[in-house]
């Protein structure tokens, strides 16, 4: 029997679409999948070397708690180089992921039943984590027709005296919009005067394209910085998703306690890992601006096809790497998931249903994958509408 908290968590929506596409693969069938949350290109090679010379010079065992004081000294480095903010190593935590980081964050933030609120569509993670943090999540919609980001007016709607914080994520998954430097000004002043907590989801920070620029709450409204929350890690930037090295910044008193509760459950992050870590923070893993310049290529590449389909619409995306595509006028009453199970048997390609974000008759694609892909996926797709439009 399991626990309350656990009670309430969700097998995810993609789950059954993943055991098909590898049901097909088994029969020989080429599947393109455009479903990946993680870039394609492999860890950069000074990254793997630092993880080798580790290794090799046996640096292998427990290290600190909240990670080794390197890293925690490169992270302060590059919060202060890159986002203007000035953390101690005591104000930092390093944690097996971004993912890992946050979940803390809200166990040690959220009294039982406090509500957390989210901007729907969301990432898949954020309910079912809330929930196992005894927390409530509460999803905001954005009140504008133009975006999907939300407002100080639309946060203030669903604030109540059980509120404790908000979790932006900004460029965000799954709508690959950039929040502006003035919209994250209004959230940081409204958060201020409510007394919530903020916490910023960063991870997809270095992936940014048509001038829009990444900007951090504490940075733009420093009064925030002791309510504020910064969590990034290594996974999307340097191609490191495996390795599971994410971290939070945020105020001592609370981070103290993270790294007690890791303490007692995690132990440390992954030594090796962590070496790695330092090197991919020390800027010298040139790669990783030709991965943000092949996603930029790929986006105006998928941005236009997808907008060449009739029925389909999307928007252009300003970070990440998804774009999330209004079906809504090919449906007429059918089922989202119907959709993708439709694409996926008939022209193998695997999309990922709106469902999963909270978002009806819309699908994500992921454009984390090759050129070619990109091309023979998207002729599919248009194959694919054109057969459920004949198949009414
Ligand atoms: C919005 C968002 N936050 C956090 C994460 C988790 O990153 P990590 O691999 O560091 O746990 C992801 C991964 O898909 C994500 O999309």
Request: glycine content about 6%; aromatic content about 8%; hydrophobic content about 40%.
């Amino acid at each position: 029997m399991s626990s309350e908290l656990l009670r309430n968590l969700k097998p995810s929506e993609t789950l059954g679409s993943i055991a098909k596409v590898n049901k097909l693969k088994e029969k020989g069938i080429n599947v393109i999948s455009f479903g990946a949350g993680e870039p394609d290109f492999p860890t950069p090679k000074p990254i793997k070397e630092e993880a080798e010379k580790a290794l090799n010079n046996d640096f292998t065992k427990y290290t600190p708690t909240s990670g080794i004081i390197e890293l925690r000294d490169a992270i302060c480095q590059k919060l202060l180089k890159d986002n203007k903010i000035e953390y101690k190593p005591s104000n930092i935590v390093v944690s097996n992921g971004a993912k890992h980081s946050l979940f803390n964050i809200c166990y040690a933030i959220c009294p039982a039943g406090g509500e957390i609120l989210i901007q729907k569509p969301y990432w898949v993670s954020y309910p079912d984590m809330i929930y196992a943090a005894g927390g409530v999540p509460v999803n905001v919609v954005s009140s504008s027709s133009k975006t999907f980001k939300v407002s100080a007016t639309d946060l203030e709607k669903k604030r109540t005296d059980k509120t404790v914080a908000f979790i932006i994520n900004s460029p965000n998954n799954p709508t690959s919009e950039v929040y502006s430097k003035d919209e994250l000004k209004d959230i940081a002043e409204w958060a201020l005067k409510n007394n919530v907590w903020i916490i910023s989801d960063e991870i997809y920070e270095k992936i940014v394209f048509n001038g829009h620029e990444h900007y951090s709450i504490p940075y733009l409204c420093p009064d925030m910085k002791d309510k504020t929350f910064v969590v990034n890690g290594m996974s999307k930037a340097y191609s490191m998703t495996g390795w599971r090295i994410g971290y939070a910044a945020g105020p001592e008193d609370i981070i103290k306690k993270i790294v007690l509760f890791q303490s007692h459950t995690t132990s440390c992050p992954n030594s090796i890992a962590q070496k790695a870590a330092v090197k991919a923070l020390d800027g010298e893993a040139k790669d990783v601006e030709g991965m943000v310049t092949a996603f930029e290529r790929r986006k105006e590449i998928i941005f236009k096809g997808i907008n060449e389909i009739k029925g389909l619409k999307a928007n252009k995306p300003e970070g990440a790497f998804y774009i999330l595509v209004d079906c809504s006028e090919i449906l007429k009453g059918r089922e989202i998931s119907d959709f993708c199970n439709f694409l996926l048997d008939n022209v193998h390609i695997l999309v990922i249903s709106g469902n999963a974000f909270g978002i009806e008759n819309h699908v994500r694609l992921s454009f984390a994958t090759s050129d070619e892909n990109i091309i023979e996926g998207l002729k599919r797709l248009a194959k694919g509408v054109e057969l459920w439009i004949n198949s009414l």
